[in-house]
Each structure stands twice: as structure tokens, then as C-alpha cells.
T-cell receptor, first 111, second 115 residues
Framework: DQQVKQNSPSLSVQEGRISILNCDYT??????FLWYKKYPAEGPTFLIS?????DKNEDGRFTVFLNKSAKHLSLHIVPSQPGDSAVYFC??????????FGKGITLSVRP | EAGVAQSPRYKIIEKRQSVAFWCNPI?????LYWYQQILGQGPKLLIQ????????DSQLPKDRFSAERLKGVDSTLKIQPAKLEDSAVYLC?????????????FGPGTRLTVL
């Protein structure tokens, strides 16, 4: 039973355009959501997070939106850069602080 | 500040053999995690330590996997005997710990191939 779903395995965008990465969750006990970025042969690195009491969090080119009623979050990258090409994991946690990850989405930013 | 260190980076073994992975967390981090990431999947938590005690090992296949964190610092994850389906990247992560979520810092992982 997958509690965090990233239904699109890959996304390709042109440099300078917006990248929108989507994530859905099923467990209503999740109250904190994170995005991790992973380059090949490296471990995931934290990118941005959002608490369930907010609906938006921004950090430079990265913005995460949370729609609790739809159990949906999205990561927007504007403008996209070739260095953003990586695998992006959506993750969620609740009272037990245990992270549950989605399958990841491979973003390719074309120069 | 040094990151999470893991070794070896790559390991190839035959099925039914044994293998061990080592992790050195970030200094001062009380909580240590081992994750298994199968190709095409997200990381799945195997075991979580708080200092040298186990907090959660509910998804650890205890018939073949074992882990220890002696002295609350370094940790070792062992598989004995290995199966083909154990082929994956094994990630170690650490955090400051505490009752609420703290950012987890991941090591580069050990890629295990079981033939």
C-alpha cells in the first residue's frame, strides 16, 4: 500500500521554463512534507519542506504548495536550470517522525 | 562539517553469501537510520536507532538482516544469507533526534548486487 505516490516517472522541461512535480498522499495522519533531490551515486539531499498548517513555502527558485483537502502537494521550480536535472523524491511524516517516500520522478532540464 | 560516511560504495556477492555495510553518522547526531532503495522505488526505512537503542525495526527482515550501533556512533548492517531480491542501494542517514522531525542527512549509499 503506497502512502505517498508520485505517478509520473519522468518530466522533461526546457531551461528557463517552470518545472512542476506532483505528489499525492493517502495517510491523513501525515503533517509534514518534504522534497529531496538525488543525483546519481549520491544520497538524497533535503530541498524544501512544508508543514500541514501552511499551504505554501518558498525558497528561492523552489516553491512547494500543499492542498490538504486533495491530499496533494507540488514542487515548482522557476526558472528551471540544467543543474536541476536529478531524481526528486516526495516524502511525508507524522507523529512518529518516520519518513515515507514516493518512488521519485526524474527531471531532465534541456539546455 | 563532514557528512555521513558509508563503506563500501559497491559490493557484488553471490546469493547465500554474507555481506556487511558500515556507516559513520555526522558527529553529534543521536539518530541513525538504514534505508533500502530498490531500483525504481523510494527509500524504505529498515531500522532506526536512537543512540544505541532500536526505535523502529518493523520493516527489517529479521531472519536475514541484522544491525547494530555499538557505543551509539558507528553502525553496521549485515545480510546473511543474501537473496537476489536484496539487490539495492543501502542508505544510511542521521539526524539530531528528538521528539519531532529533524532533517535527515543521507550518506552516498552502498550499491549491493546479488548474483
Amino acid at each position: 500500500d503506497q502512502q505517498v505516490k508520485q505517478n509520473s516517472p519522468s518530466l522533461s522541461v526546457q531551461e528557463g521554463r517552470i518545472s512542476i512535480l506532483n505528489c499525492d498522499y493517502t495517510n491523513s495522519m501525515f503533517d509534514y512534507f518534504l522534497w529531496y533531490k538525488k543525483y546519481p551515486a549520491e544520497g538524497p539531499t533535503f530541498l524544501i519542506s512544508i508543514s500541514s498548517i501552511k499551504d505554501k513555502n518558498e525558497d528561492g527558485r523552489f516553491t512547494v504548495f500543499l492542498n490538504k483537502s486533495a491530499k496533494h502537494l507540488s514542487l515548482h521550480i522557476v526558472p528551471s536550470q540544467p543543474g536541476d536535472s536529478a531524481v526528486y523524491f516526495c516524502a511525508a511524516t507524522g507523529a512518529n517522525s518516520k519518513l515515507t517516500f514516493g518512488k521519485g520522478i526524474t527531471l531532465s532540464v534541456r539546455p | 562539517e563532514a557528512g555521513v560516511a558509508q563503506s563500501p560504495r559497491y559490493k557484488i556477492i553471490e546469493k547465500r553469501q554474507s555481506v556487511a555495510f558500515w556507516c559513520n553518522p555526522i558527529s553529534g547526531h543521536a539518530t541513525l537510520y538504514w534505508y533500502q532503495q530498490i531500483l525504481g522505488q523510494g527509500p524504505k526505512l529498515l531500522i532506526q536507532f536512537q543512540n544505541n537503542g532500536v526505535v523502529d525495526d518493523s520493516q527489517l527482515p529479521k531472519d536475514r538482516f541484522s544491525a547494530e550501533r555499538l557505543k551509539g556512533v558507528d553502525s553496521t548492517l549485515k545480510i546473511q544469507p543474501a537473496k537476489l531480491e536484496d539487490s539495492a542501494v543501502y542508505l544510511c542517514a542521521s539526524s539530531f533526534g528528538g521528539p519531532f522531525y529533524n532533517e535527515q542527512f543521507f550518506g552516498p549509499g552502498t550499491r549491493l548486487t546479488v548474483l
